[in-house]
């Protein structure tokens, strides 16, 4: 498998030794992206991981800062972007497939990057931040810079994609809205522009949105004053308020979930809800598409919610969550769905290839589909995903040729370790947690929650078979280790059980115990060598309440799977393996451990801190101890590692392996602890490693990762000598040892397969339902198990030791029960005999229960119960009477005046006060304030009138001495009978309240004035009180004073008066008549035996009875008669009370009639100073957003101006350029001026003429399928033309096209000529793109800032209006006016009796006409109100035509003032900078520095000079001596050349004179063609000149008066 060079960087290397990273296998989270039309990639953990689809083959780039973050491909220029996930993270651009770097992007993000996407065309890469900047960046990628940025705070985005055709338009979509962007250019200048897409309601339709900011169809109220916006009413003034919606107008909208670019700029976008939207690129409107129904209706495949959607000719392809991909095919604004595709998984992305040959499938398990389009279609399967992470791994020994990996889901995969290629898979259906592989043969166990072990046999790597399954227990199993040699397999479990199991299968994997160690196991150590007979057996558990750890170790002989004796005598009945003979021993560290190893000789443990970040050694005591033994650190290094980790050693124990949380594996050395290799593998942000394996041999090492889903195979690039030898030596002699037995077993798997293996398995822990009972015949128990469900391998021990103990013990068992029953007759004799005794003495049922413990639980569980509910009741009546004190508190104890009431005899009336709460200290002082303040007001009014009565004279001598007596009188009482009851709009003047203090309802404008005028109404009026009620009052009060006094006067007189006379100071008539006359004693002898005496006594008792009752007669006589009287009485008290109490009545009725004439008033105030707070508030709006207006319209008229210039400058350039394109066009012919005419047409018609490049037309069976054709305004086809362009032009330079009877130098030159044409010609196409380009964006600030100009305008015209209308709503006040109800009688009123000149007519023509009246009336009144505003109008506006006439002339004499102004940089500098004082600092500390700097340099240049004059010196010699030789040998050339010149004049001057003649001719016509070429100079020179004078006119100052 290949890697790209930047897994180089990934090598640690100590000591000669280095790792290196082979292939890493894991699969994507992310999507899945073509990086060209055969290769897909995707995130992993720290890798990037490339596929060939034809070949399957895979290649890795590694991140070296942690865990790839998002990702983004660029096939045109086939590289690949990824950010990581540091803090500030940085965007690497890497080259496929050559894997090296092409840039690294460093922006200002500050946590994570969360969207890239490639533009189609050009070098554009855009990313999106996460919080807190939540920005969008355009970079160019190639340059490795940012164009431009935006932020916009909180704003999620799920989805980012450029404009296929266009890559000037980016759509952001998140599942609240759609934006799409816009990258405008100006030369090198980019900047973004968002449009926000206004989408539908959720069932589909449009809402009709009103303008929030400028409202035109709000109602017009004539009377109430102006309505104004929602926003105002809610008093915001910020920004805000340009967005506020009350909750009634909120409605939601659809959701989007995916998007798609259309070959037409369109976007479509599929919704949560179901609907399908497309959007106009331009104008952003979106149409709602409509679904076309299926006359057969599918079931259970409606698609609700999109998840993933790709475009293609005549429609979409999208899937959903149902697994089926369906394919939309859309017309106009309709669409069909048709089944497309069928997957077995949901789908979560899918993209076509950049031919459009492939359609690419990826499902949310991580798996990957290929489907092929054609007559044929094929659909293949390019990665298959597992089912989950991997939870446990683990080389097959002994060759390590494959390795295994475990799922949470209980998926088993094998691997081949060459390439990492999937072997086999085999699914267990049940939840997994460890995996192991046997050493000592070719098998595997499998944990499961359950608690269940699979066995696994992996002779065929290709077909791995489940042969067994144990079941130690119900707990789950979390850990899964064998010995060294493949004895045991240790199952630990997550209650702290460790079973001990016979690896072999010859013994059908035995379990032979189990030790009970403490709860949470963490790790699980062995020691098993060859020299010994023993295997030892570390575990680490934590102690968390004390914050420590505890090692235990115990030893298992090598011979216990062998003998069945020694195994039977190692454990207890119920398989406990016991401590003495196991020799188990109890260590304590100080501090919490994350894990331990024990040492191959069993000297020191090596432990993992948890805390801090240190490896310890421990050294155990040589002497046998009891108990607990506490260890101290023997030695300490530093890890170095994030986070706690794990230990674990080589097979030949010399190597020390340590993984963490960081994502580090370092391999040390026992013995010193150094480390001597180590690869960063995996990072902390996907929490580190979780397990590492290290095969026999110390050749391939494992790294499996905790949560990034990585699994990494590690090859040693480097290793020592010794550490190669010493391990591979041992894992010879280890297999070599290890090969009889492994062997055996597997010729025993082979022969023991498939169904036997498990019949046998479930014969062991299963048991028939028809179980017979026990021998005993005392036992009366049946055990009674279900034959479906497993049991446990220790329940069944736990039975079989129970079924012992009842062996055992049956006879006592029999004696119990036979007492038992005894005992049990007692009881119900007891309950028997309680029925018949009497309710005092009868006793509850579970009196009779004799578990006491059993009686107590339940008495405590009622005591708890009734604890809860009289707490509950408790606090339920608390806060009830809490409630209650707070409504008591409210409505009474706040009250200053209660609440009290008067009810009539016998009429319906209760007459009610008004109850009121005692004033406020701020409302007192409040009140004092205004009190003061109209007093004052008054003395000012008085103090007036004073002095406009002063000025007459004749006045102030007849008022002189008036004053004072009218000051008192005014001091006493201040009266204004200027405000009449219908004016002061209530009778409260009836009532005794004084309305001096108060303002009449005509002058109440100002803010102030109506607050002052509310806080005056609610004065309570003085309460009138009647004169018989003032008696019954004073009465009362006297009353009252008597009774006190007499309870506090001395009890002398009482106590005489009981003393003397019984407490009775005079018999009463009532006591005669209530005595009764006693009967002689006699009465009671008979009739016959009484005396005379005692009869005569009997005729007087008679009479005297008689006497008594006719005296009592009478008195009850009088008796009636005063009680008629008193009962006439008291109805008449009565009757008179109740008339008193109904005038009070209807006295009531109009103090509350005037109470609500006084709220109806303050009610008016207080909504006149509600709607002017709206009217500040939406001016104070107006004003904020006017400010923000200007505010952009400065930044966009700064734009307009630097866009201008940079136009200008740009327009300079192109014109510059075209015109030395047109000089090199004229000069054509003057170049080859001295070749023939004819040759120099030939070779005009050759400059003129342009190869033609033929354009890589797309193939005609791919321009079929792929929508979107040739992508415009590429710069690497651009590019790619002007390369072809430049060979073209090689092919024109060819010597064979040149014309006959051509100098070859001539026709270089005309070549050369030709090339800088076409050259220039290339660069004037491309300043002429960029100037339309330049152009363009000019008109489009010009646009916008016409637009913020119109909004400007549009507040101006707002703010006018309702200046307006507050000046309307402050003039036109609101008052309240008392009319009289019913009809109106007229007071003289004189019957007239004959009516000799009366028309009789119907009453409603006269009703008709008073209706015309006053229809009529109301008219002239609202013309006349008009009018008077049209006046009102006219002055104000002539009032403000006068203020801005001045205003105007003031602001020309300041402009003119401005112009004749002075104005140097210094004093605009002073004006414009805010700190300049600082400024001045700054410069004179940069020219001190400055200064310092050029005397530093003055005096380097002084000591070059004086070097330099030292060397020129020394030169100055030489050339002396050099110019002294030089004299000498031209006396010596003098000779010579006298002596040639009289050989020449000799020989003849024929032969000069010619020569001379020729250079003649030579320098005529070198002075013609001189001559020629000056001419034209300066016709190019006066050129210049005159557009030098136009432009220096242009920029010229023109200091003009106004």
């Known amino acids: 498998m290949s890697q790209g060079r930047e897994r180089e960087e990934n090598v640690y290397t100590t000591a000669g030794a280095s790792l290196s990273v082979r292939w890493v296998q894991g699969f994507p989270k992310q999507n899945v992206h073509f990086i060209n039309k055969s290769t897909i990639c995707y995130p992993c953990g720290n890798f990037v991981i490339f596929i060939n689809i034809e070949t399957k083959k895979k290649t890795v780039l590694q991140c070296m800062n942690g865990v790839v973050g998002v990702m983004a491909t660029n096939v045109p220029y086939e590289v690949v972007a990824f950010s990581d996930r540091r803090l500030k993270p940085i965007i690497y651009i890497y080259n496929f497939p050559g894997l090296t770097r092409r840039n690294k992007l460093k922006g200002n993000v500050l946590l994570d990057y969360t969207l890239l996407s490639f533009s189609y065309c050009g070098t554009?890469?855009?990313?999106?931040?996460?919080?807190?900047?939540?920005?969008?960046?355009?970079?160019?990628?190639?340059?490795?810079?940012?164009?431009?940025?935006?932020?916009?705070?909180?704003?999620?985005?799920?989805?980012?994609?450029?404009?296929?055709?266009?890559w000037r338009q980016l759509c952001l979509s998140s599942p609240s809205a759609v934006t799409v962007w816009t990258i405008e250019r100006c030369n090198e200048e980019h900047h973004l522009k968002a449009k926000s897409v206004k989408l539908p309601m959720e069932d589909g339709s449009f809402c009709n949105e009103t303008d929030v900011i400028f409202p035109t169809s709000l109602p017009k109220d004539l009377i109430y004053g102006p309505v104004l916006p929602l926003s105002a009413i809610a008093g915001l003034v910020g920004e805000e308020a340009e967005t506020f919606r009350p909750k009634d107008d909120l409605y939601p909208l659809l959701h989007p979930s995916m998007h798609c670019w259309t070959p037409t700029s369109d976007i479509y976008v599929g919704c949560e809800e179901g609907h399908l939207l497309m959007i106009n690129g331009e104008t952003?409107?979106?149409?709602?598409?409509?679904?076309?129904?299926?006359?057969?209706?599918?079931?259970?495949?409606?698609?609700?919610?999109?998840?993933?959607?790709?475009?293609?000719?005549?429609?979409?392809?999208?899937?959903?969550?149902?697994?089926?991909v369906y394919s939309f095919i859309i017309k106009d604004l309709t669409y069909k769905v048709e089944d497309f595709l069928e997957i077995e998984e949901p789908v979560v992305h899918m993209m076509f290839s950049p031919n459009y040959r492939m359609l690419l499938i990826q499902t949310d398990k991580g798996s990957v589909y290929i489907y092929t389009p054609g007559e044929k279609p094929t659909f293949d399967k390019v990665l298959e995903a597992c089912d989950g992470k991997f939870q446990a791994i683990d080389f097959i020994p002994p060759r390590n040729e494959y390795c295994m990996t475990l799922t949470h889901s209980g998926e088993v995969c094998v691997w081949y370790t060459e390439d990492g290629t999937c072997a086999s898979r085999i699914y267990l259906n049940t939840p997994a947690t460890a995996l192991a592989c046997s050493p000592s043969s070719l098998s595997a166990a499998v944990g499961t929650t359950g608690g269940s072990i699979h066995f696994l046999?992996?002779?065929?790597?290709?077909?791995?078979?489940?042969?067994?399954?144990?079941?130690?227990?119900?707990?789950?199993?979390?850990?899964?280790?064998?010995?060294?040699?493949?004895?045991?397999?240790?199952?630990?479990?997550?209650?702290?059980?460790?079973?001990?199991?016979?690896?072999?299968?010859?013994?059908?994997?035995?379990?032979?115990?189990?030790?009970?160690?403490?709860?949470?196991?963490?790790?699980?150590?062995?020691?098993?060598?060859?020299?010994?007979?023993?295997?030892?057996?570390?575990?680490?558990?934590?102690?968390?309440?004390?914050?420590?750890?505890?090692?235990?170790?115990?030893?298992?002989?090598?011979?216990?799977?062998?003998?069945?004796?020694?195994?039977a005598s190692f454990t207890d009945e119920r398989g406990r393996l016991k401590d003495e003979l196991i020799h188990r021993f109890q260590y304590e560290i100080e501090h919490s451990l994350s894990s331990a190893v024990l040492d191959f000789q069993s000297q020191q443990i090596y432990g993992f801190c948890n805390q801090v970040s240190y490896i310890c050694s421990y050294l155990l005591p040589e002497k046998v101890h009891s108990g607990t033994c506490i260890l101290k650190p023997y030695q300490k290094v530093q890890s170095k590692h994030y986070g706690p980790g794990m230990l674990s050693l080589s097979s030949h124990g010399l190597w020390l392996i340590t993984i963490a949380k960081g994502g580090i594996l370092c391999i040390r050395d026992v013995h010193t602890l150094e480390t001597f290799a180590r690869s960063r593998s995996h990072s902390h942000q996907g929490h580190g490693i979780q397990s590492v394996r290290i095969s026999m041999d110390g050749q391939n090492i494992l790294v499996n990762g905790r949560d990034d889903g990585t699994l990494v195979y590690l090859k040693w690039r480097r290793l020592g000598g010794n550490l190669a030898s010493d391990i591979i030596h041992y894992s010879q002699k280890l297999s070599i040892s290890l090969s009889n037995t492994m062997n055996e077993e597997n010729d025993y798997l082979s022969i023991q397969q498939g169904e036997s293996l498990n019949l046998e398995s479930k014969s062991e822990h299963t048991i028939n339902e028809n179980m017979k009972p026990s021998v005993d015949s005392s036992q009366e128990e049946l055990v009674q198990v279900d034959n479906i469900k497993e049991i446990p391998w220790i329940q069944q021990k736990s039975e079989q030791a129970i079924k012992n103990e009842v062996k055992l013990f049956s006879r006592k068992r029999k004696e119990i029960k036979t007492g038992i029953k005894a005992l049990a007759k007692t009881v119900l004799a007891m309950m028997e005999e309680n029925e018949t005794v009497d309710n005092i003495a009868k006793l509850d049922q579970k009196e009779f229960g004799l578990d006491l413990e059993e009686l107590e639980r339940l008495h405590d569980e009622n005591?708890?119960?009734?604890?809860?509910?009289?707490?509950?009741?408790?606090?339920?009546?608390?806060?009830?009477?809490?409630?209650?004190?707070?409504?008591?508190?409210?409505?009474?104890?706040?009250?200053?005046?209660?609440?009290?009431?008067?009810?009539?005899?016998?009429?319906?009336?209760?007459?009610?006060?008004?109850?009121?709460?005692?004033?406020?200290?701020?409302?007192?002082?409040?009140?004092?304030?205004?009190?003061?303040?109209?007093?004052?007001?008054?003395?000012?009014?008085?103090?007036?009138?004073?002095?406009?009565?002063?000025?007459?004279?004749?006045?102030?001598?007849?008022?002189?001495?008036?004053?004072?007596?009218?000051?008192e009188e005014e001091e006493v009482a201040v009266k204004n009978p200027n405000l009449p009851n219908y004016l002061l709009g209530s009778l409260s003047t009836d009532f005794g309240v004084q309305a001096s203090f108060l303002s009449s309802q005509l002058e109440l404008h100002s803010r102030e004035e109506k607050i002052n005028q509310i806080i005056l109404l609610k004065i309570t009026a003085q309460k009138l009180i009647n004169p018989w009620l003032k008696a019954k009052t004073e009465l009362t009060v006297t009353h009252e004073m008597e009774q006190w006094l007499q309870k506090r006067g001395p009890n002398t007189r009482h106590r005489a008066l009981m003393d003397m006379m019984g407490g009775v100071l005079e018999v009463k008539k009532e006591d005669i008549l209530r005595m009764v006359i006693p009967q002689p004693a006699f009465v009671a002898k008979p009739d016959a035996l009484w005396s005379e005496e005692e009869r005569k006594q009997f005729k007087d008792y008679e009479k005297k009875v008689k006497e008594?009752?006719?005296?009592?007669d009478k008195y009850r006589k009088s008796l009636e008669a005063e009680m008629k009287k008193l009962q006439n009485s008291i109805q008449e008290s009565t009757q008179n009370f109740d008339e008193y109490l109904k005038r009070l009545f209807e006295r009531r009725v109009k103090a509350e009639m005037v109470v609500n004439q006084e709220?109806?008033?303050?009610?008016?105030?207080?909504?006149?100073?509600?709607?002017?707070?709206?009217?500040?508030?939406?001016?104070?709006?107006?004003?904020?957003?006017?400010?923000?207006?200007?505010?952009?319209?400065?930044?966009?008229?700064?734009?307009?101006?630097?866009?201008?210039?940079?136009?200008?400058?740009?327009?300079?350039?192109?014109?510059?350029?075209?015109?030395?394109?047109?000089?090199?066009?004229?000069?054509?012919?003057?170049?080859?001026?001295?070749?023939?005419?004819?040759?120099?047409?030939?070779?005009?018609?050759?400059?003129?003429?342009?190869?033609?490049?033929?354009?890589?037309?797309?193939?005609?069976?791919?321009?079929?399928?792929?929508?979107?054709?040739?992508?415009?305004?590429?710069?690497?086809?651009?590019k790619d033309a002007f390369v072809q362009l430049m060979k073209a032009m090689d092919d024109l330079d060819n010597i064979n096209n040149m014309p006959e009877g051509l100098d070859p130098s001539v026709w270089d030159h005309f070549c050369v000529t030709r090339r800088a044409k076409v050259e220039n010609e290339q660069k004037v196409k491309q300043k002429a793109a960029g100037l339309m380009e330049m152009i363009t964006f000019l008109r489009r600030r010009t646009e916008d800032d016409e637009k913020l100009q119109q909004e400007i305008e549009k507040v101006f015209h707002e703010q006018m209006v309702l200046q307006e209308e507050k000046v309307r709503f402050q003039l036109n006040l609101t008052i309240q006016v008392l009319l009289k109800q019913g009809q109106v009688e007229l007071e003289n009123f004189q019957l007239m009796l004959e009516y000799p000149d009366a028309i009789l007519i119907n009453k409603s023509i006269i009703e008709d006409l008073n209706s015309v009246i006053r229809t009529q009336g109301q008219k002239k009144v609202a013309s006349m109100m008009e009018s008077k505003d049209v006046h009102k109008g006219i002055f104000q506006i002539e009032w403000e035509h006068r203020k801005m006439e001045m205003e105007m002339e003031d602001l020309n004499q300041k402009a003119w003032d401005i112009q004749m102004l002075f104005f140097s940089r210094d004093r605009q500098k002073y004006l414009n900078e805010p700190n300049y004082e600082t400024l001045i600092a700054i410069q004179i500390g940069i020219m001190e520095q400055t200064i310092a700097v050029l005397e530093k340099t003055h005096k380097k240049n002084v000591e070059n000079c004086k070097k330099l004059l030292k060397k020129l010196g020394r030169y100055s010699n030489q050339k002396d001596v050099a110019n002294y030789t030089l004299s000498c040998n031209l006396r010596e050339e003098l000779v010579a050349v006298s002596e040639r010149k009289d050989i020449c004049n000799a020989i003849g001057s024929k032969l000069t004179c010619e020569k001379i003649a020729k250079e003649r001719y030579e320098n005529m016509m070198q002075h013609q063609k001189l001559t020629k070429i000056a001419k034209q100079q300066a016709e190019q020179i006066s050129i210049l000149r005159a557009e030098v004078e136009r432009l220096r006119m242009k920029t010229f100052p023109a200091l003009v008066q106004i």
């Open 457 to 567: 046999d992996v002779r065929d790597a290709e077909a791995p078979q489940v042969v067994h399954k144990a079941f130690p227990s119900e707990w789950s199993v979390q850990h899964l280790l064998y010995d060294q040699q493949g004895i045991y397999l240790l199952a630990g479990t997550s209650e702290g059980y460790i079973f001990v199991i016979n690896a072999n299968p010859s013994s059908l994997f035995q379990i032979l115990g189990f030790v009970e160690v403490s709860k949470d196991i963490l790790q699980i150590s062995t020691v098993s060598l060859l020299e010994t007979d023993i295997v030892e057996v570390m575990v680490l558990s934590p102690l968390p309440e004390t914050g420590r750890s505890i090692l235990e170790i115990f030893t298992l002989p090598k011979i216990l799977p062998r003998d069945l004796t020694v195994s």
């Open 863 to 967: 005591e708890e119960e009734v604890a809860k509910i009289r707490k509950d009741a408790e606090m339920q009546n608390l806060a009830k009477a809490y409630l209650a004190e707070l409504i008591k508190e409210e409505c009474w104890n706040s009250m200053a005046v209660k609440g009290r009431a008067l009810k009539c005899f016998h009429l319906p009336y209760v007459v009610e006060n008004f109850p009121m709460k005692e004033r406020t200290e701020e409302e007192l002082k409040e009140l004092k304030r205004v009190l003061w303040q109209k007093k004052i007001e008054t003395e000012c009014l008085k103090v007036r009138k004073e002095i406009i009565e002063v000025q007459s004279a004749i006045t102030l001598a007849k008022k002189h001495h008036e004053e004072e007596d009218e000051e």
């Open 1159 to 1278: 709220e109806l008033k303050i009610n008016n105030l207080v909504f006149s100073l509600l709607l002017d707070e709206e009217i500040s508030s939406r001016e104070a709006f107006l004003n904020n957003y006017l400010t923000r207006k200007q505010e952009e319209k400065n930044q966009t008229s700064e734009a307009i101006q630097k866009a201008r210039e940079d136009l200008d400058v740009y327009k300079e350039h192109y014109d510059n350029l075209l015109a030395e394109d047109k000089v090199l066009d004229r000069s054509f012919k003057k170049e080859f001026s001295e070749i023939p005419s004819h040759q120099v047409d030939a070779l005009y018609k050759l400059f003129k003429r342009r190869p033609r490049i033929h354009k890589q037309k797309m193939h005609s069976d791919t321009a079929g399928i792929v929508p979107f054709g040739e992508r415009p305004e590429s710069g690497k086809l651009n």
């Open 1108 to 1112: 008594l009752n006719e005296e009592r």
């Open 284 to 324: 952003l409107k979106v149409t709602l598409l409509n679904k076309i129904e299926d006359t057969v209706p599918k079931e259970g495949r409606n698609l609700i919610s999109p998840v993933t959607m790709v475009y293609q000719k005549g429609g979409m392809l999208i899937s959903g969550i149902d697994g089926f």
């Open 124 to 166: 554009y890469l855009a990313s999106y931040s996460s919080l807190p900047e939540f920005e969008l960046a355009l970079w160019n990628w190639e340059a490795g810079v940012i164009l431009c940025k935006k932020s916009q705070p909180g704003v999620d985005v799920s989805q980012m994609t450029f404009n296929p055709m266009n």
